[in-house]
Structures are given as structure tokens and as C-alpha cells.
């Protein structure tokens, strides 16, 4: 076993069952292979779950990918649409319910789980930044815009207040009624 053929199980793993679960134990019987050898392959647990949540944000960015690989979206609030749409998605619940444990064990300043949200907010700031509008007179700044827009969309949506946010988007004439 390698640790890039431990990561597939693990991010199973971790989608179906959360961080919760994410003691060296049941990871290694979700995996196939013991704690120790977890250790040898990732060194800590904290690099374990480091590697394993930029792992989960390779799997959505190429899920991303191929929202946007037909074409390049004519403007900010195309690509908007689009990423809430995707988001939107029951496929995805998974990967949100997850985010939102990533990002409550950032707050609490929980070890690794602050420099994996930030690596993971930054690969996707990135991606934004590479899949603006051509033209784009400020594809940082537009990135930035976009994604405060998604991350407060999603947190109203995950609290039962999709709506309000919807509302609000489109108050703000950023998506079509």
C-alpha cells in the first residue's frame, strides 16, 4: 500500500462518516491497513488529515473541472450560478457536510484542521482566479468577490436559510430569478 492508494479509501471514509470518526482506528479499518502503517505512511494523524482534506479538495476541483469544461462562463455571475447550481446538488451534500466540520474545527483551533481549511480556501480561490470570465479586469479581486458570495451562500443554506440567501443573490441582481 502507498498513501496515494490509502487516500481514496480514507476520503470515502470520511465523506460517509465525517471527521468524527477520524481517529486513527477506524480510519485504518476504513483503509485496510493498521494505525501504525497510517503513521509510517503519513507521519502524524494532523498530516494524515492535512493530506487527506487537500485529497477531498483535488476530488471537487476536478468535479469543478468538469462543470465548467464545455465552456468558459461569459461572466462573474455565470460562473456564480453555475457553482451554486453544482453545489446544489444532492451528490455534493457530502463534501459540504464536511466542509462545514472542517470549518467549525477551525474555529475551535482543533491541530491541522485551520491550515487545512486555509489550503483548501486557497486551491479554491486559485481555481476561481483561473476560471474567470476572459477579460476580467480583476480576476484576484472577482475571485475574492465570488468566493465570499458561494462560502456565505452555502453557510445560510447549510442553517435551513437557502432561501434568505437566494434572495438576497438575487436582490443583489446576481443570479436570475
Known amino acids: ?4 492508494s490509502l487516500l481514496p479509501r480514507l476520503a470515502a ?13 477506524p480510519l485504518a479499518r476504513a483503509a485496510g ?5 497510517l503513521i509510517y505512511h503519513f507521519g502524524t494523524k494532523e498530516a494524515l488529515i492535512i493530506d487527506l482534506l487537500q485529497h477531498l479538495a483535488g476530488i471537487y476541483a ?23 447550481a453544482h453545489n446544489a446538488d444532492p451528490a455534493m451534500a457530502p463534501f459540504l457536510t464536511l466542509w462545514w466540520e472542517i470549518v467549525a474545527g477551525a474555529a475551535r483551533d482543533l491541530p491541522g484542521f485551520r491550515a ?3 489550503a483548501m480556501v486557497d486551491r479554491l480561490h486559485a481555481w476561481l482566479v ?8 480583476d ?8 468566493l465570499t458570495l458561494i462560502e456565505g451562500s452555502l453557510m445560510l443554506g447549510a442553517l435551513g ?8 443573490l438575487l436582490a443583489a441582481g446576481l443570479i436570475a430569478p
Open 116 to 118: 487545512a481549511a486555509r
Open 139 to 146: 480576476p484576484d479581486g472577482g475571485a475574492s468577490y465570488l
Open 62 to 84: 476536478a468535479q469543478l473541472d468538469n462543470l465548467l469544461a464545455a465552456d468558459r462562463p461569459a461572466s462573474r455571475q455565470a460562473l456564480l450560478a453555475r457553482i451554486l
Open 161 to 168: 436559510q437557502g432561501d434568505r440567501a437566494r434572495a438576497g
Open 13 to 25: 471514509h470520511v465523506l460517509a462518516h465525517g471527521l468524527g470518526q477520524a481517529s486513527l482506528r
Open 33 to 37: 491497513t493498521s494505525d501504525r502503517m
Open 1 to 4: 500500500m502507498t498513501k496515494e
Open 130 to 137: 483561473g476560471h474567470m470570465p476572459a477579460g476580467d479586469p
